[in-house]
């Protein structure tokens, strides 16, 4: 009997060893979960802030694109402009010689840049 006795201690030993390492086993399995469910909050959380930002910008840039579209001009042509001669008070085309022509062309090319920029400058 004493050595059943002795048997049946090592065994109780035994167990109580293995569910001691079982124990500990799922205390860290449940330390684990916690903090990867702690993580998934977070994850949550900040997916619900980046959608409310995103639905911010979205707002935003809806409202820059209607304003655009309304502060959008309309490109038209521009004219070309006949500018007159201070001393003599006739069109510049009626002036004899390259000087006219050449000047009418680099008015209407400085005026279609001053366009374009003040269309970049609306476009921003």
């Given at each position: 009997?004493?050595?059943?006795?002795?048997?049946?201690?090592?065994?109780?030993l035994q167990k109580e060893g293995e569910v001691a390492e079982q124990k500990a086993c799922i205390k860290h399995l449940l330390l684990q979960h916690t903090e990867s469910n702690n993580k998934l909050e977070q994850a949550k959380t900040d997916l619900k802030e980046a959608g409310a930002l995103m639905n911010d910008f979205r707002a935003q840039l809806t409202k820059m694109s209607a304003d655009r579209n309304i502060?959008?001009?309309?490109?038209?042509?521009?004219?070309?402009?006949?500018?007159?001669?201070?001393?003599s008070k006739r069109l510049v085309q009626d002036l004899k010689g390259d000087d006219a022509p050449s000047?009418?062309?680099?008015?209407?090319?400085?005026?279609?840049?001053?366009?374009?920029?003040?269309?970049?400058k609306i476009n921003e």
């Open positions: 009997m004493t050595n059943e006795n002795v048997d049946l201690k090592s065994q109780l502060a959008r001009l309309p490109r038209i042509q521009i004219s070309p402009i006949q500018p007159q001669n201070p001393e000047f009418i062309k680099n008015m209407n090319k400085a005026l279609r840049n001053e366009n374009t920029g003040l269309q970049n």
